[in-house]
């Protein structure tokens, strides 16, 4: 899977210290990429430090046993990554951090201090991350997160937030295991840190979380187009869920109030149109019916230009408790949309009334089709 360019550098490299190479990497994706270089008779070979598989709940870095011990990582010597001719030169190396941690390594986790045990405590516990040179995004992918369900929309009992201002992101509560967030970070200043906190309040519940914190660096295939992107998807067709929606029980989902961010997809190679379909939708309280454009004022999703396919009308706001292309009816129906970037733009009321349930929304991205004729409402 690396590309033919890695592959040259790793000839080049063995040609240098004088190996022939046999690329054995089934352990990892991490090949190395600077050459080696030749000290007075010593090969010292560098690595990139690229993601590998920890175990098959987690990834960590490519990097040698010294440095991993050094970050106060954890590795398995029958893990390795980064083979050259039979000899092994790195390690996966796990770096997991809890309350008062620093996290400077790419792929780290924070987790709670029993975890994998539940937490029952009340107390505050922060991560400093420092991220790497270059970091566009601080992404922060939730594989585990339950704490205390917001109570009217609001996070009082349980908290987690990052307390720099210039840093844009809503503070979560509730359950968001198989969520994530990009935190964008490159004009926040290379010198400065990130903290990542968790305010547990007075009341003895179970907590959790295991949080993967990986430094996205600017201008590459997997960076967000766009600033604005609080969540990013890359595939041609995913599920995307609001924060807080239960998993095993949507019904006792609860939407977060006072939300605005922007969830961004991907275009796909020679595709067009992106499709919005939903397993569960429930946007402000109401009838079983779809709302749509202004009457969606307090709640709502924005799919720019959203339009179905036989009425020929388009909208941007939909909300209610039925995802539809068209308003007031009880049929669930397709948004399509040619507006690109594709973006999802998520807005709830700071008023507690009514915020609904969330979502859990699917797109699919279509193949070019022929010109629409659409007239526009908002
Ligand atoms: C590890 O990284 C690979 C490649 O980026 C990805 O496909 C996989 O989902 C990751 N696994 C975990 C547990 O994060
Ligand atoms: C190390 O990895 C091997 C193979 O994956 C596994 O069998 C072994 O239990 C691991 N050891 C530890 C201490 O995790
Ligand atoms: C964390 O979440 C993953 C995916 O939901 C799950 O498979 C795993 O068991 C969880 N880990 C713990 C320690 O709860
Ligand atoms: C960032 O964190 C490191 C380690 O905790 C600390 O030494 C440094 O002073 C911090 N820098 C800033 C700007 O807070
Ligand atoms: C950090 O890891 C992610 C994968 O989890 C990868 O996409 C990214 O390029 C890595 N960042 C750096 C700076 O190597
Ligand atoms: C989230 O993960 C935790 C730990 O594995 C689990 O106890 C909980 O049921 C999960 N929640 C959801 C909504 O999947
Ligand atoms: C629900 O439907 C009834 C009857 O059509 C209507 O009078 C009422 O305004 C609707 N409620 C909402 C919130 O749309
Ligand atoms: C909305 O749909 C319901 C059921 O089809 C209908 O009774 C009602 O009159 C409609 N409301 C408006 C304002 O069109
Ligand atoms: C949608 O239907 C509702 C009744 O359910 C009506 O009050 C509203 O004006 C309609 N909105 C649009 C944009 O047609
Ligand atoms: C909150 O929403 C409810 C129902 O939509 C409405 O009756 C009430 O006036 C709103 N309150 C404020 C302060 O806007």
């Known amino acids: 899977m690396a590309p033919p360019r890695l592959l040259v550098n790793i000839v080049m490299a063995a040609v240098t210290i004088g190996v022939s190479v046999t690329q054995s990497d089934s352990m990892s994706f991490g090949v190395p990429r600077r050459q080696a270089r030749l000290f007075s008779g010593f090969?010292?070979?560098?690595?990139?430090?690229?993601?590998?598989?920890?175990?098959?709940?987690?990834?960590?870095?490519?990097?040698?046993?010294?440095?991993?011990?050094?970050?106060?990582?954890?590795f398995?010597?029958?893990?390795?990554?980064?083979?050259?001719?039979?000899?092994?030169?790195?390690?996966?190396?796990?770096?997991?951090?809890?309350c008062g941690g620093v996290i400077q390594t790419n792929n780290s986790y924070f987790v709670n201090p029993e975890f994998p045990d539940f937490t029952v405590n009340s107390q505050s516990c922060d991560v400093t991350v420092i991220p790497k040179r270059g970091t566009c995004y601080v992404r922060l992918q939730f594989d585990n997160f339950t704490i205390h369900d917001p109570v009217e929309g609001s996070c009082v009992a349980d908290q987690f937030f990052v307390p720099q201002a210039e840093i844009e992101a809503p503070m979560l509560c509730g359950r968001n295991n198989d969520t994530h967030m990009y935190l964008y970070v490159k004009d926040f200043g290379e010198k400065q840190n990130i903290t990542l906190r968790f305010n547990l309040g007075e009341w003895n519940g179970d907590r959790k979380w295991q949080i993967n914190v990986a430094f996205i660096e600017c201008n590459k295939d997997w960076t967000p187009g766009d600033r604005s992107c609080m969540q990013y998807f890359m595939e041609r067709t995913d599920t995307i869920r609001s924060f807080n929606y239960h998993q095993h029980d949507p019904e006792k989902s609860a939407m977060l109030a006072g939300l605005d961010y922007t969830v961004c997809v991907r275009q796909a190679l020679r595709r067009c149109y992106i499709s919005w379909t939903s397993e569960f939708f429930s946007?402000?309280?109401?009838?079983?019916?779809?709302?749509?454009?202004?009457?969606?004022?307090?709640?709502?999703?924005?799919?720019?230009?959203?339009f179905d396919s036989k009425k020929r009308v388009s909208f941007d706001r939909?909300?209610?408790?039925?995802l539809g292309a068209n308003n007031n009816s009880s049929k669930a129906s397709a948004v399509l949309s040619s507006a690109r970037p594709y973006h999802l733009r998520v807005r709830t009321s700071t008023n507690s009334t009514s915020l609904g349930k969330g979502f859990l929304m699917r797109y699919s991205q279509l193949q070019c089709l022929n010109k629409w004729v659409i007239t526009h409402h908002d």
């Not at 946007?283 to 959203?306: D, P, R, W």
């Not at 939909?318 to 039925?322: A, D, H, P």
Request: aromatic content about 8%; glycine content about 14%.
């Open 76 to 98: 398995n010597t029958t893990n390795t990554c980064n083979f050259i001719q039979g000899q092994t030169f790195g390690v996966c190396c796990l770096v997991s951090r809890s």
């Open 318 to 322: 939909y909300c209610g408790q039925v």
């Open 43 to 74: 090969d010292i070979l560098q690595f990139e430090h690229t993601p590998c598989k920890y175990d098959s709940r987690r990834n960590g870095t490519c990097m040698q046993g010294a440095e991993c011990t050094a970050a106060g990582g954890d």
């Open 283 to 306: 946007l402000s309280a109401g009838n079983k019916t779809t709302e749509v454009g202004g009457t969606c004022n307090q709640n709502y999703v924005i799919i720019n230009q959203g």
